[in-house]
């Protein structure tokens, strides 16, 4: 099973974007769905997470400004992320932690004007 994320890009401050995530495959007892970012030089943070019981977590400098949700169906997790700042820039990766620890490859968002 692989994960594919999708939905980078470039936006200008104050813009929107939604990240996909979608698995490959069937993946069996999933604790959690999660995404991270990277920022240019620094570590990969925790962005926002959502367990199987549907409960959501954000880091602080996301919350009210991005809502993690998902399709069970469709094994798929999505970021919905509005008000981009400039320090929102970064490699988004999504994560599922299930029968295994499932990473898709990074997709680039860019907040620039």
């Known amino acids: 099973v692989q994960l594919q994320a999708s939905g980078g890009g470039l936006v200008q401050p104050g813009g929107s974007l939604r990240l996909s995530c979608a698995a490959s495959?069937?993946?069996?007892?999933?604790?959690?769905m999660a995404w991270y970012r990277q920022a240019p030089g620094k570590q990969r943070e925790l962005v926002a997470i959502?367990?199987?019981?549907?409960?959501?977590n954000y880091a602080d400098s996301v919350k009210g400004r991005f809502t993690i949700s998902r399709d069970n169906a469709k094994n798929t997790v999505y970021l919905q992320m509005s008000t981009l700042k400039p320090e929102d820039t970064g490699v988004y990766y999504c994560?599922?932690?299930?029968?295994?620890?499932?990473w898709g490859q990074g997709t680039e968002v860019t907040v620039s004007s």
């Open positions: 994560n599922i932690f299930g029968d295994t620890n499932y």
């Open positions: 959502i367990l199987r019981s549907g409960s959501t």
């Open positions: 495959g069937s993946i069996l007892r999933i604790n959690y």
